[in-house]
């Protein structure tokens, strides 16, 4: 399976009726966090509708946000 494409996880998936995130019909072709997930096109980047506009494609649970100041005394 670490050798599979992307076509062949998409065939195993629709041969053995697995259930999957019904984003992927609508475009989704990687699915995260609601705020940080878009559609792609067919030739763009797999993971390139996650964190459209930055310069990533993990959420990081939200690591835009500012980071808290732990003190150690």
């Known amino acids: 399976m ?3 494409s992307r076509d062949d996880v998409w065939k195993y998936i629709q041969d053995h009726k697995i ?3 019904p984003l992927h019909d609508q475009g989704y072709r990687s ?3 609601w705020p940080c997930t878009h ?3 067919n030739g763009d980047n797999e ?3 996650r964190w459209t ?3 990533k ?3 990081g649970i939200h690591t835009f ?3 808290k100041v732990d003190f150690q005394i």
């Open 39 to 41: 559609k792609t096109g």
């Open 53 to 55: 506009g930055f310069n």
């Open 65 to 67: 946000l500012p980071k």
């Open 57 to 59: 494609v993990e959420c």
């Open 2 to 4: 670490a050798q599979w």
């Open 19 to 21: 259930p999957y995130n």
């Open 31 to 33: 699915i995260g966090c």
């Open 47 to 49: 993971r390139g509708g």
